[in-house]
Structures are given as C-alpha cells and as structure tokens.
C-alpha cells in the first residue's frame, strides 16, 4: 500500500524557513510524478512545486518561484520542500501527492491522476 507522510511543519515568522519532509512507503518517487501542493482557509489547493525525479523536470508555482525548492533522498524515499523567505500568505496546509504526468499551465502546477495523498503539515508563518 502506498502511503505518504509529510512532516516539518511548524509555526515560524516571517521571513524564516521551514523544510517540509514527505516520506513514502508502499512504492518508490521514480515511478511518479510528484507534487507539493497546500491550502489555506478558504482558499482552494495549489499547486505549489511539481516535478519528475527521473526526468529532472521541476515546476514551481509563481507566488513560490525563487523562494522554495525541491530536493530528495533516494536512500530515504524521501522529498523535501525548502521554504525560505516566508511570507504570512503562505500560511497553509501543506500535502505530498504522487501522480501519472506533469499538468503545467500559465500560472498553474499540477499532477494528472494525482490518485495518492498524504495527510498534510500545518505551516503558520507569523507577521
């Protein structure tokens, strides 16, 4: 069974870091696409980086471009978010997600067939 864990959340000022973890078991990242999406309070879920292991292929949503990046660990079966620069906006849940395919348009990152999710980490940046 696959199962996704997401980890590292937290409350921190803004300005700061957090690195975001999403441990996989069950299957293993080469065989996805991957995704970090978050939502916050009212607002729908975004696409926040989608990317291709194998392919090296990495998209990142505009309001995070510059700020946040993807790195993995194959020996872990892990991948991370590195968040920097925080800004209160980026208040949200955060979740891991595994699909079949890359959905990239202007000013939109996503998964097709985004069948497997984890059950997020809470990120609160403070101003």
């Known amino acids: 069974e696959v199962r996704l864990v997401e980890s590292g959340g937290g409350l921190v000022q803004a300005g700061g870091s957090l690195r975001l973890s999403c441990a996989l078991s069950?299957?293993?990242?080469?065989?996805?696409?991957v995704g970090w999406f978050r939502q916050a309070p009212g607002k729908e879920r975004e696409g926040v980086a989608c990317?291709?292991?194998?392919?090296?292929?990495?998209y990142y949503g505009d309001p995070v471009k510059g700020r946040f990046a993807v790195s993995s660990d194959h020996a872990s079966n892990t991948v991370y978010l590195q968040m920097n620069k925080l800004k209160p906006e980026d208040t949200a849940v955060y979740y891991c997600?595994?699909?079949?395919?890359?959905?990239?348009?202007?000013?939109?990152?996503?998964?097709?067939?985004?069948?497997?999710w984890g059950k997020g980490t809470l990120v609160t940046v403070s101003s």
């Open positions: 990317f291709s292991l194998p392919d090296r292929v990495f």
């Open positions: 997600a595994l699909g079949y395919g890359l959905h990239i348009e202007p000013g939109l990152v996503g998964l097709n067939d985004a069948r497997h």
């Open positions: 069950g299957g293993t990242f080469d065989d996805y696409t």
